[in-house]
């Protein structure tokens, strides 16, 4: 990492940025919340296992992707609100999906996990303080505040359900 250029504000941040339309990041989160209640589980139980194309993730794989890394955000998050030190690691989406049991999942067992860990997450973004979301965190090749992996978190999940919507509702009709 030493002869690696640390990009601050990555590009993605921008992305992110955009997708929580200039909100801070508890409200963005408590948004995020607003928006999984009102889950249409009726729906998503109507499409089943189906995908728009063969290959990509069923709607249960998106949710379990959802809960699984908000989970690891949260945990650099604390990482690095603590001073811990450790610089995590990359994981590999791929294979997390392909070793998930999600599809073996109800919808209804996916949405209340993504809520809960949705809670907690809340819980512990209001839990710091305003020097605490400022914290710089260097990762990867990456150095943002610390208040931008919250925003990540909410705005993973507008991208998904964004996808659910374009994607996955259709196959509903």
Known sequence: MENQEIKRNPEFLEY???????REVKEALHLGLQTIDAIDVAQLNRIGLKTYEEGKWTVHRILQHLIDWERIWCFRAVIFARGEGTIPEAHDQEIMGQNSNADELSIEHL????????????????????SILETSCRFFEYEMPLHAIGLTIAAHQIHHFNVIKERYLPLDE
């Open 111 to 130: 949405v209340a996990e993504l809520r809960i860990v949705r809670q907690s997450t809340i819980l512990m973004f209001e839990s710091f303080n305003k």
């Open 16 to 22: 992110v940025y955009k997708l929580n339309e200039g």
